[in-house]
């Protein structure tokens, strides 16, 4: 999975906040929190797994499957850019 530095920066930041959010979802379940809350982490928490998965599916049409040297108005490349929407709307 080699990704340029600043894709591989973002991508460590997406896991950093994620770690994070799952530690508080324990730090809930051990006081006992209230299930709204724990629920309320818990939704945070997999909204952000499907961002993370949405960009390394994004970061992998864009390097793997479409040459950087095509014209934009390429068929190829428009159709991975609409691939792209389409994880996208369906991710989030």
Known sequence: MPHIATEKIKLLNRLKRLRGQIEAIER???EDAECAR???QATACRGAL???IGEVIEDHIREHMVD???PRDD???QAAEELVAIV???LT
Do not use: C, I, M
């Open 75 to 77: 068929p190829r490349v």
């Open 88 to 90: 996208h709307s369906y």
């Open 68 to 70: 950087p040297a095509a």
């Open 50 to 52: 499907e961002g993370f």
């Open 38 to 40: 724990v629920l309320q």
């Open 28 to 30: 809930l379940v051990h």
